[in-house]
Every structure is written in C-alpha cells, then in structure tokens.
C-alpha cells in the first residue's frame, strides 16, 4: 500500500475497533494521528510510545474536533449508543465529527456503522448510525465499512470457567445463520480504504468473515478449545426492557438478515478470519498467557 504524506486520524484510538485500525495502519507504516479525549491515559501514552501522535479531541468540543483533523489525509471513526443520551446523542456525536471534517478539508472519511444500517430495520441504533452516514454523505467523500456481528460479542462466554463443558447462550435460534466478523479484520479493511479509497467501488461495504449456525460455532468452538461445547437459545425475555436489543435480536431470526459481500471482503482483507481460525488463535493466545 501507498504511504500517505499526511497522517491518518483515528477517533476512538484507545477502543476496540480504533485500536484495530491503528494497529493495521501501523503495520503498513503509515504515520497515525489518534484523537482522544484524555492524553494522559495509559493507553493514549502506550500509543505515543508507539510514535503515534496523540491530540486531545473530544466529540463533544467541534473546535477540538477541528484542530485536530486540520491536515490529515484521512480520518477513521465510529460512534456507539453507549451512555445515558443512547441513540440521540449517537447522531449528535456522529455530525458533530462529520461538520468538523468537513470544515477542516478531509480529504476521505471511512466510519464504521453497522450491516444492514440502509435497510430501514427499525432497530434505533441502526438507524441512528445510518443518520451519520446521510450527514457525512452530504458534506465529506466517505465510506461506509458496514461490520456483521463481531466474533468478540462471544469472547466473554469463551472465557467462561474450565468446567467440563462449555455453555453459549444467546437469544438466537440454533439454526439461525448468522454473519461475522473479527474486529481485527475490520481494521485492516479500514486500513486498505484509507490508504487506497478506490479500493470500495461503492461508497459501502457489508464486510463479513464467516456465516454460522450458533449449532456450528458451537462445534467449531469445541474443536478449539478440546472440551464439550453446546449452544443453548435464550429467549427475548432476558433483554428486559432494551427494546433496542430486543429489535435487534427478532431481526436475526428474520433470514437474511445481515448481506454482507463476503468477496469483497476477502479483497479487502485477503486473510480474514473465519469462526474457526479466530477461536483457535484466541484459544492459543490465552493458553500461552496462562502458562
């Protein structure tokens, strides 16, 4: 890949996704500049240790936002509806950092949304990251990397105790297929968009890694880990009242649900993973951690 001669900015650097983005761009020596609320964090100082040039930003601040997109030749972001202003303040956050890109001349935007997020699925916080995506379409060039479920939604069950079997449960059915992807993998997308835009014919892409019943990760995850796996359906109920979850769950159900282009994908990231290769490398990486 082509290094650019501006450095690329990444909102979110310090978070899951962001950090996936900076790692890939790091990888292909590509000079990052990461904005961030809070410079003196530890993992804003381990990713200036890292030569990353680390700004101080706050999606709330558009001058902060400004200063700190002013001559860089790209910008990574994505928002969430995580805290007390949900979907909302999602948008909000969202157009806060589309205007102040475009007012500071960016040249390319690529914003991490959701697959489906097009599709009118009513689920509010689809919806509201396709609100950003219309704001940014209409005042920076942009592209929309459209992520299926992340492998990592099921880290947390995968680190369950070392009892004889192994349990996964979401409010799924068992013969349900559902499309994924590993964050890792939608880092080095953005990375390859960033660095050759043209690389997206569209303006957007529904990147998936795999497509599994939960019934097969169950199989693949037992394969990996050398124990007993199940997989076991909740029902909708044990979303409580998140009628956003809840909307988002009976829309797995309805097949297809995610679409995303499996083809482009693999000519984006020509090494990603599928469910198998991914639970085999984190099962690895933490059987060497407990050693």
Do not use: C
């Not at 680190?159 to 449960?169: I, K, M, N, T």
């Not at 997989?231 to 998140?242: H, K, T």
């Not at 956003?244 to 020509?270: E, G, I, N």
Request: hydrophobic share 45%; no cysteine; proline share 5%.
């Amino acid at each position: 890949m082509n290094h650019l001669q501006h450095p690329i900015a990444v909102i979110g650097a310090t978070g899951q996704q962001g950090s996936s983005v900076v790692e890939a761009l790091l990888d292909q020596r590509q000079a990052v500049r990461a904005l961030v609320r809070d410079p003196a964090s530890a993992a804003a100082r381990a990713l200036e240790a890292r030569g990353v040039d680390v700004v101080a930003a706050d999606q709330q601040d558009s001058a902060s936002l400004q200063r700190g997109l002013t001559d860089v030749a790209a910008l990574f972001f994505m928002t969430t509806f995580e805290g007390s202003d949900g979907t909302e303040g999602e948008v909000r956050r969202g157009v806060a950092v589309a205007d102040a890109a475009a007012r500071a001349g960016v040249p390319h935007v690529v914003y991490s949304s959701v697959g489906g997020a097009e599709r009118a699925t009513g689920i509010p916080h689809f919806e509201s990251k396709y609100q950003v995506e219309r704001r940014l379409s209409q005042v920076v060039p942009a592209t929309f990397l459209r992520p299926t479920f992340f492998m990592e939604n099921l880290s947390p069950q995968l680190a369950a105790g070392e009892s004889d079997e192994l349990v996964l449960r979401l409010p799924v059915p068992s013969d349900v297929p559902l499309q994924m992807i590993a964050v890792r993998d939608i880092g080095a997308a953005a990375a390859r968009v960033l660095l050759q835009p043209e690389a997206v014919v569209d303006d957007a892409v529904e990147l998936g890694g795999d497509e599994l019943t939960m019934a097969q990760v169950a199989e693949r995850t037992a394969a990996a880990h050398g124990r007993p796996t199940r997989y076991e359906e909740l029902p909708l109920d044990v979303l409580g009242d998140d009628e956003d979850l809840r909307a988002m769950f009976r829309w797995f159900r309805t097949v297809p649900a995610y679409r995303a282009d499996f083809d482009v994908t693999r000519r984006l990231v020509p090494e990603v993973h599928d469910f198998a290769r991914w639970v085999a490398e984190r099962t690895g990486v933490r059987a060497a951690a407990s050693a």
